[in-house]
């Protein structure tokens, strides 16, 4: 299982290698299936409280 949220399109920043990236993403997607998460990310709702009562 990998989590990102990296677009594929900027994987090869991450790499340093474009071509490098789309080897990677290639065969992590060939057998894989993509699943998408959408809407508000709990996370940040939580840093973002955090904050506000930490001040």
Same mark, same amino acid.
């Given at each position: &299982?990998?989590?990102?949220?990296?677009?594929? %399109? !900027?994987?090869?920043?991450?790499? =340093?290698?474009?071509? @490098? =990236?789309? =080897?990677?993403?290639? !065969?992590?997607?060939?057998?894989? !299936?993509?699943? $998408?998460?959408?809407?508000?990310?709990? !996370? @940040? $709702?939580? %840093? @973002? &409280?955090?904050?506000? %009562?930490? %001040?």
């Amino acid at each position: &299982m990998f989590t990102t949220n990296v677009e594929f %399109s !900027r994987w090869g920043t991450v790499f =340093a290698d474009d071509k @490098l =990236a789309a =080897a990677i993403v290639d !065969r992590v997607v060939h057998h894989g !299936r993509l699943v $998408e998460f959408g809407g508000p990310s709990h !996370r @940040l $709702e939580e %840093s @973002l &409280m955090l904050g506000k %009562s930490g %001040s």
